[in-house]
């Protein structure tokens, strides 16, 4: 595994008096967690009040204590824009955001299109990162859109899916032969789908609220037809797919049409488009300006019943630092992307607090889904798992402050924002890599 291994010789450390939450096996009950060497090694009610002799033990005083989050769409800056965000930072940023796990995009310089690039992101994670860091390597030859990548030895050497990145592969015929030849080793194709020519120039949703800006719009026709053109290919070749981000009811409806076929077809959406629409603009706040744009609140709306209902398989950050060189500029111009990952989760704590979600669906999107789509062996509490954890207040109030962020970007749309619920604690392979203070409430 990339980032933190698992290691012997440490104490070992009993978590009592928690609300156990695990996705994975349905589990949501008071009890208590035993870590030792870098694994879970035993959990239940039992554990609730009574730790092992000779271990150390944490009161979690009836906080939630639940599997560590896994991002599974962070842009990272490394290699080749080290002043956005370095694997160090964005590590960082993930462990205060309860996030044990990200997977990293292929979009840097030089783009992660080869074996070599795959081995430098991993030798750089094991070297900075205090989280398990895994890559997502190219598509095609420098996100071009043209040549297919070498699908068989990026995987093997530890790439866990493929992805085009911010780009839609617009040629059809490059992304039938994507599908196919990824099928022949199990790979997972990620798209980003949205027409290229269509949304050229476009800077926010297409719709009363851009025009009453004067912005130029993208239409979520953009969206649509290439979900649409994509499933139609999956259903020709059978190759494993997942539309990284939706946005929209309309695209819902196609996801819920090729799960219906039976294809192995799953989606994501973004943090963003779950809490957060176009209205949010306001007097062209920046911040809001990210890619596919915030749509209209019945879309929004839409998403949540998505994720309700488990048409949409995971929750990402879309973890995308941009500096402010870039970002305080007309909206027209400014560049696209928000920080994401130490937001992430009090974030989609507001859809449960508001009663649109519950906790486990929620915790369900960013755990076990995600560790299950990826084949990763993280995201849930069982005996022998790998101690990758978070202990969660979930009614502590406090206010998102850029500055504070761990993130070297402060590019946040949640900036001022009220929040309530706060990560406490996270552990990585039974390593504690982020503590609480209590000094940044508001």
Not at 106 to 129: G, H, K, S
Not at 261 to 274: A, D, E
Not at 300 to 323: E, Y
Not at 349 to 356: D, K
């Amino acid at each position: 595994m990339n980032g933190r291994e698992p290691h012997s010789g440490k104490k070992p450390l009993a978590f009592i008096n928690a609300r156990l939450i695990d996705p994975d096996s349905k589990r949501d009950e008071p009890g208590g967690l035993l870590v030792r060497d870098g694994l879970i090694a035993d959990l239940g009610p039992h554990l609730r009040r009574n730790a092992p002799p000779g271990v150390e033990v944490v009161d979690c005083k009836g906080h939630v204590l639940c599997p560590g989050l896994i991002d599974a769409q962070v842009f990272a800056g490394e290699p080749g824009a080290e002043h956005r965000e370095t694997l160090k930072t964005a590590s960082h940023a993930a462990a205060a955001g309860g996030v044990t796990t990200i997977v990293v995009m292929p979009d840097t310089n030089p783009v992660i299109d080869q074996v070599a690039l795959v081995d430098f992101i991993q030798r750089r994670a094991r070297d900075n990162a205090s989280v398990h860091v895994h890559t997502m390597a190219a598509l095609t030859k420098g996100l071009l859109g043209e040549e297919m990548t070498e699908i068989g030895l990026l995987k093997r050497a530890g790439a866990v899916a493929f992805s085009n990145g911010k780009s839609s592969i617009a040629n059809t015929r490059v992304m039938k032969n994507v599908l196919l030849y990824s099928k022949d080793f199990g790979a997972l194709v990620v798209h980003h789908t949205e027409d290229p020519y269509l949304s050229a120039n476009g800077a926010m949703n297409s719709g009363e609220v851009a025009s009453r800006l004067g912005l130029p719009g993208v239409s979520k026709t953009a969206e649509t037809i290439v979900l649409e053109r994509d499933v139609r290919l999956v259903e020709m070749t059978g190759g494993r797919y997942h539309a990284a981000t939706i946005t929209c009811a309309e695209s819902l409806d196609v996801v819920r049409g090729a799960k219906k076929r039976k294809l192995p077809v799953t989606c994501g959406v973004s943090i963003n488009h779950l809490t957060l629409n176009e209205n949010d603009i306001g007097p062209y706040r920046t911040f809001f300006k990210v890619r596919p744009p915030l749509r209209r609140e019945e879309d929004r709306v839409a998403m949540i019943r998505g994720i309700a209902s488990g048409d949409i398989d995971i929750i990402v950050s879309s973890h995308d630092p941009q500096d402010a060189d870039v970002k305080r500029r007309p909206f027209a111009e400014a560049a696209d992307g928000a920080v994401g990952l130490e937001t992430l989760l009090p974030a989609a704590l507001r859809l449960h607090h508001s009663g649109e979600l519950s906790l486990m669906v929620l915790l369900k999107a960013m755990t076990s889904n995600p560790a299950k789509l990826l084949g990763l062996h993280s995201g849930r509490l069982a005996k022998g798992a790998i101690a990758d954890i978070i202990l969660v207040d979930l009614g502590e109030p406090w206010v998102v402050n850029k500055d504070s962020l761990r993130s070297r970007s402060k590019n946040s749309p949640f900036d001022e924002a009220k929040m309530q619920g706060r990560v406490l604690r996270t552990l990585v392979a039974g390593d504690t890599v982020y503590q609480y203070a209590g000094v940044e409430r508001t």
